[in-house]
């Protein structure tokens, strides 16, 4: 996954479960969690966390896809995140040393 997806998963997943045990916690102990305070338990504390997991799985993801011929580092050479535009020339031109 690219960095962005993968910080979008991130946020996803932990939304999920802080909504989950909200849910959990008011049909189980009639006790609730306000909206903003799980929204903010998700974005700040939880996201992070999810992310380090994420990101050892996100790097044997990119060496099997790799290993199967399509390297995702070589292809964002070629995109313009600003644009959403991928070119035909690399991003970043490498400049010859001889």
Not at 66 to 84: C, H, L, M, P, S
Request: proline content about 6%; aromatic content about 8%.
């Amino acid at each position: 996954m690219r960095k962005q997806t993968l910080a979008v998963v991130a946020y996803l997943v932990s939304v999920i479960f802080v909504y989950g045990v909200t849910l959990l916690l008011r049909w189980g102990f009639d006790w609730s969690v306000p909206g903003p305070v799980a929204q903010i338990m998700s974005a700040l504390l939880l996201a992070p966390l999810v992310l380090v997991p994420l990101s050892k799985l996100n790097q044997r993801l990119l060496t099997w896809r790799k290993n199967r011929g399509r390297d995702i580092q070589e292809e964002e050479r070629y995109e313009n995140v600003a644009a959403g535009l991928i070119s035909l020339r690399p991003a970043s031109p490498e400049k010859d040393c001889s």
